[in-house]
């Protein structure tokens, strides 16, 4: 199975990425957007992208137009409906995607392979508003996935082994590297560090040390790249409370139930980068 006209769903960051990264494979790349100006504005950051990679000599200019040759936009559902593979990547609330997956499988294809790119939610409750079960999967990528070299494949227990070897086989023409995972809330990455970033919050709350301590903590005593709060803002504070509330409605233990502090932050707009404040001020 050869994906050769994919579809994506959703045109911001995630859905933008993934859009290019398809089209690096060669395919025919069609990404649904809810308006035109967000469609217009999605194709604006991915060229924007690709000169950067021409820049940072990662592309060469025809490779990079190329790419962007074989992406349009379109604010109509049933333009996917010949599309040999659809990637869903929306708003990650269960009922938006439940709904989706229910109007998507009348449009598609029946023949197409159906994927979600939920960082969290259960992958079986999306296949089963379909009548392909067998052809959805999940396909987690990485924030800018671009760059992210991580795709985790979620095999939900509906799908067949020639779904999983042919979403597997794409992901290896993306040059990303699959890791195979169970369908259970947060996967192996979210579900190991949604718990460390929502810990990160308790120390601040309980004045262990300022948000810019904790971070240079980190980031000087683990190597990682970028503090607990910094990629917390990275990620969106609504985003990360909705991963949160997912883990906890699946696990039920302590440390997936989001700290207070982070449900008041999001109550009060302050979201992260998107929204120009978070744990740090972005307006300037």
Known sequence: MVFQRVGV??????????????????????????????????????????????EKGKRDQGEADAILSRVTATTHLSDLSDCDFV??????????????????????????VLAT???????????????RPDRVCGLHFF???SVMSLVEVVRPICASDETMAAVTEFVLACGKEPVN???????????????????AVRLLEQGVATKEGIDIAMKGG?????????LLDLVGLD?????????????????FSPRPLLRRMVSAGQLGRKSGTGFYDYRR
């Open 9 to 54: 769903l959703g045109s911001g960051i995630m859905g933008s990425g993934i859009a290019e990264v398809a089209a690096a494979t060669g395919a025919t790349v069609i990404v649904r957007s809810r308006s035109q100006a967000t469609a217009d504005a999605m194709l604006t950051t991915m060229q924007k992208s690709l000169a950067k990679q021409v």
């Open 87 to 112: 990637i869903e990547s929306v708003i990650e609330d269960l009922a938006v995607k439940r709904a989706l997956f229910n109007e998507l499988g009348g449009v598609v294809n029946p023949e197409a």
């Open 117 to 131: 790119n939920t960082s969290t939610l259960s992958v079986i409750e999306l296949a089963m508003e379909t009548s």
């Open 143 to 145: 924030n800018p996935a």
């Open 181 to 199: 995972v169970k369908d259970q809330a947060g996967f192996v990455v979210n579900a190991l560090l949604f718990p460390y970033l929502n810990n």
């Open 222 to 230: 683990c190597g990682f790249p970028m503090g607990p709060f910094a």
């Open 239 to 255: 985003t990360s409370v909705a991963i949160l509330d997912a883990l906890f409605a699946e696990f039920a233990e302590p440390n």
